[in-house]
């Protein structure tokens, strides 16, 4: 089989190393809540695929929508589990899935490429990255400038390796270790690392793509420029509002870096009401804001609340939110998305 063929392939089949590092994750990983990104008026949620172990699903529909007209993208090597990593931001596409010990790379994808991965032509058996071949003799696989790799996270699993004699497909997902990332420019990110209690924070910079090498080179902070005590020790995804970062866990609570304490930097609880589930997190780009729906099953009434310094909640009728014929999730995605439109949330245009 060709190297063409092989990678595309790929695009379907589940990466060998993925699914052998995080066999049986699924079920523990699965986040609980939908996410979705509104870029002006277009909605990106996204979705993974059943039957598809380890490959992002990116569902993009207009707004509004009484219907969705659904364009869907792929990416593959990510993890089993379903608390993905991803954001739109600086004019990228990023994604990351996997625990640490199973992961050492995330997706970025420039919004100018992203029609690269459109999963219709991949379908009918065309492979939209057989044209730049050509700029990538070794490896063949123009996929590899959309792959930045995380040496913290890289640098654990060699460690981990080395400490026990094992083989690479052997290495577990790390039980008591977990991270995220947050842009802060094109080229460049925050990686906040959590280690049982201790959440420490590593700056990456002046990202740049090696033709020579195929690789993505960065400039990584020599040690953490931020440490916090943390209250959790589970899988994890960042928000961030102004200066202020919310982290949302798992089981569904919000703590923030917000009021920060110099002397023990520590994380606060922001939302953390077990009698409030979360349901869904919808971020509007254009504004910057974050938005939270739960519900409040005594109440028999949902709620929506921006992620900002104040904790504020506005309940609604469960009936407000008008349904509209799409799959899932993007069914619940778009009526979310036309809720804050049409409360004046988020701005049409």
């Given amino acids: 089989m060709s190297t063409r063929e092989t990678r595309f392939w790929s695009l379907f089949l589940c990466s060998a190393l993925c699914f052998l590092a995080c066999r049986g994750s699924l079920a523990q990983e699965r986040a609980p809540f939908l996410t979705a990104i509104i870029d002006h008026d277009t909605l990106f949620v996204a979705h993974r695929a059943r039957g598809e172990a380890d490959a992002l699903h990116l569902l993009r529909t207009p707004l509004p929508s009484a219907e969705a007209k659904v364009t869907e993208f792929q990416t593959d090597g990510l993890s089993r589990q379903m608390m993905m990593r991803w954001r739109i931001s600086h004019g990228c596409v990023w994604a990351a899935g996997g625990a640490v010990g199973e992961t050492t790379s995330l997706w970025r994808i420039p919004r100018h490429d992203l029609e690269l991965f459109n999963f219709k032509p991949i379908s009918q058996g065309i492979d939209p990255f057989e ?10 696989d ?29 290495v577990p997902a790390q039980k008591d270790q977990f991270f995220d990332f947050v842009p802060t420019s094109a080229d460049g990110l925050d990686l906040f690392l959590l280690k049982k209690n201790t959440l420490s924070v590593l700056e990456a910079r002046e990202g740049k793509f090696i033709q020579a090498e195929e690789n993505w080179r960065h400039k990584w902070s020599k040690k953490p420029v931020r440490t916090y005590h ?26 923030t870096d917000r ?15 077990a009698t409030k589930p979360i349901e869904a997190i919808v971020t509007d780009i254009a504004s910057g804001k974050t938005f939270v729906f739960g519900s409040e099953p005594k109440l028999k009434h949902k709620y929506v609340c921006e992620l900002g310094p ?40």
């Fill in 310 to 349: 104040k904790l504020v909640l506005f309940y609604f009728d469960c009936q407000t939110i008008k349904p509209v014929k799409a799959r899932p999730p993007l069914d619940r995605a778009i009526g979310y998305a036309n809720f804050l439109k049409e409360t004046k949330r988020v701005k049409d245009k």
């Fill in 142 to 170: 123009p996929r590899r400038a959309y792959q930045w790799w995380l040496d913290p996270l890289h640098d654990i699993l060699v460690d981990y390796i080395t400490r026990h004699n094992v083989r690479l497909i052997d």
């Fill in 259 to 273: 009021p920060l304490d110099t002397k023990k930097p520590e994380l606060t609880p922001f939302l953390t009401d």
């Fill in 230 to 255: 943390s209250p959790f020790c589970e899988p994890f995804m960042i928000y961030k509002a102004g200066d202020q970062h919310f982290f949302v866990t798992k089981s569904g609570n919000i703590y």
């Fill in 131 to 140: 044209p730049l071949e050509k700029q990538f003799p070794i490896s063949r």
